[in-house]
């Protein structure tokens, strides 16, 4: 079984701190994405990654950063964190089938739900 | 919006009952999937039906994709109290000729499974 790995379950940051996510997955797969999950907003695509080093702008970007320098690992930076930023983010991994970014099921991890004050 | 929005927004049954929940979408897809999570988790796939497909089965799951209606079912059938969760669609669509697609989730079905 995919197993996608976040490295905190619950984080408490202040506002205008420096934050780091991390994710990891342990099947080799190439496209990685990380979505925020908000009470009636559903999931949003903030960044993805098809290939180390490589990355694309999701639906809403601003505020974050990423970083793929393994293919295991895509982490996701605030560099300055704000307390609209408070949220469950969700990590999520899949193996590109077809060309196609989305031809093949997103394995996610548990989510980091992530507090600012 | 280009999201999927699933309906009911919530649902409460029996044990046993059948759950049918309901997406509709506004633009061509080249595939749709749905999702469960459970309270406070990630999210679990559970079936990707593409374009020109019309019905899929996994288990007590069954999909259907009506494309002209630009619509999809998830029927979970004899429910247990473990199906208590969230349910997710989730539409990948083109973007444009040349700019790739997305996947956007809708808000969700919260199903309530009573024993």
């Known amino acids: 079984d995919v197993k996608v790995t976040q490295s905190s379950r619950y984080l408490v940051k202040r506002t205008g701190e420096k934050v780091f996510l991390e994710c990891v997955q342990d099947m080799d797969h190439e496209n990685m994405f990380w979505y925020r999950q908000d009470p009636g907003l559903g999931l949003r695509l903030i960044y993805f990654s098809y290939d180390v080093k490589m990355k694309e702008k999701g639906d809403i970007p601003e505020g974050y950063s990423v970083s793929r320098e393994k293919k295991e690992r895509f982490s996701l930076i605030l560099e300055s964190a704000s307390t609209n930023q408070t949220s469950m983010y969700l990590c999520?991994?899949?193996?590109?089938?077809?060309?196609?970014?989305?031809?093949?099921?997103?394995?996610f991890g548990n989510g980091t739900r992530l507090t600012v004050t | 919006s280009q999201q999927g929005e699933e309906d009911p927004q919530a649902l409460s049954i029996q044990e046993g009952e059948n759950a049918t929940m309901n997406c509709s979408y506004k633009t061509s897809i080249n595939n749709l999937q749905w999702y469960r999570q459970n309270s406070g988790r990630g999210l679990v796939h559970l079936i990707l039906?593409?374009?020109?497909?019309r019905e899929k089965h996994s288990g007590r799951l069954r999909v259907t994709l009506d494309t002209s209606k630009k619509s999809s079912s998830l029927l979970i059938t004899a429910s247990r109290a473990a199906d208590t969760a969230s349910y997710f669609c989730?539409?990948?669509?083109?973007?444009?000729?040349?700019?790739?697609?997305?996947?956007?989730f809708g808000e969700g079905t919260q199903l309530t499974v009573n024993p």
């Open positions: 989730a539409t990948d669509y083109v973007l444009g000729e040349t700019s790739g697609s997305r996947l956007t």
């Open positions: 039906i593409r374009s020109n497909e």
């Open positions: 999520a991994s899949s193996l590109p089938a077809g060309g196609a970014t989305y031809n093949s099921p997103l394995h």
